[in-house]
């Protein structure tokens, strides 16, 4: 019989949000709660598994690590890139790779996380609530600022960023973007002023990132970008956690100089001794900007999908075509 693994699944989600009984019934699915350590552990404990069901870019998946998985037939990723996929490696192998496709509504999760956590930041909700929750009251919260009438900054104005600007706009802030592509009719169509990086730092008092991670963006804000926000400025970043310089963020927020609100780190799970844990003027969430019940209703019934087509020998959604041919 043979085997499946269901990789990344955090939260204990996968199970309830398909019906996996189709797929049990032809295989072994075993689901995997935690992250692997390394790329050693992965490879021991998938070795003999014949199908993977990764989610997104939980679990990087290199030629290194698909090279030793001597019996890997199909691998499933959820959405329709995962950079950390080496897919030519796969391709290479005849591992064929199949892909999921997003709901009609769940495009809009991550950037309704950044404005939850603009919010919370902006209001202290966190140290309210863990408060009132203590026994306490009003004593020790912070006093937060009204965001009306204040300036948000967007970097990146793709879908994300223009979901996460029109959101800022309906709080009455004004909002400037910038973006290595962004140009003049784009900032219109969305109704934002487009300025240089410099400025866009220089001016806001907060700024969000919605850039997908890429050679061109890793370390884009970097420690003069991050030497430019006003002080107490709010940093958030829903989209990757090298995308910024993590080290002048840590630097920046131990010396009270910002405040930043992170779903998204440089490595993940984040940590237990990570500075940013003990770090103050922040608002951290385990990544979940994409993580809704929307989305997971709709990832983990076509996972199955993928996987009974492969075994029926009808592979779907494929993402590598020149693979089908090598696959045994």
Same mark, same amino acid.
């Given at each position: ?76 990723? $959820? ?11 796969? $391709? ?17 999760? $991550? ?35 009204a965001l009306a009438g204040k300036t948000m900054g967007v970097m990146g104005l793709g879908k994300l960023g223009a979901y996460m600007a029109s959101y ?40 969000s990132i919605h850039l997908v991670l890429s050679d061109r963006s890793r370390g884009l804000v970097g420690a003069a970008d991050i030497a430019r926000m ?99």
């Amino acid at each position: 019989m043979p085997k499946v693994a269901v990789l990344d699944d955090w939260q204990d989600v996968a199970r309830s949000s398909a019906d996996w009984a189709p797929l049990e019934a032809r295989a072994e699915v075993v689901f995997f709660s935690d992250a692997f350590a390394n790329e050693d552990e992965a490879a021991a404990k998938l070795a003999d598994f014949d199908i993977v069901l990764s989610m997104r870019e939980r679990t990087p998946l290199p030629g290194s690590l698909i090279r030793r998985l001597p019996k890997l037939r199909m691998l499933g990723m $959820t959405g329709a890139r995962n950079l950390s996929l080496d897919t030519p490696a796969c $391709t290479e192998r005849g591992v064929v790779v199949c892909s999921t496709q997003g709901g009609s509504y769940t495009d809009s999760a $991550t950037a309704e996380l950044a404005l939850g956590l603009l919010l919370a930041s902006a209001r202290g909700i966190p140290a309210a609530d863990a408060s009132v929750h203590s026994g306490g009251f009003q004593r020790g919260v912070p006093v937060g600022f009204a965001l009306a009438g204040k300036t948000m900054g967007v970097m990146g104005l793709g879908k994300l960023g223009a979901y996460m600007a029109s959101y800022c706009l309906a709080l009455r802030m004004n909002v400037l973007a910038w973006s290595q592509n962004l140009t003049d009719a784009r900032a219109a169509e969305v109704g934002v002023t487009k300025v240089s990086k410099e400025e866009l730092f220089e001016r806001s008092d907060a700024i969000s990132i919605h850039l997908v991670l890429s050679d061109r963006s890793r370390g884009l804000v970097g420690a003069a970008d991050i030497a430019r926000m006003k002080r107490g400025a709010i940093l958030i970043n829903t989209s990757r956690g090298p995308i910024v310089d993590e080290a002048a963020m840590v630097a920046a927020l131990q010396e009270g100089r910002i405040a930043a609100a992170l779903d998204v780190f440089d490595r993940e799970p984040l940590p237990a001794d990570h500075p940013l844990r003990r770090t103050p003027n922040t608002v951290l969430t385990p990544h979940l900007g994409y993580g809704v019940r929307e989305t997971w209703a709709t990832f983990y019934p076509q996972s199955v999908e993928n996987a009974l087509a492969f075994l029926d020998g009808k592979p779907m959604r494929v993402t590598n075509p020149e693979a089908l041919g090598k696959a045994s």
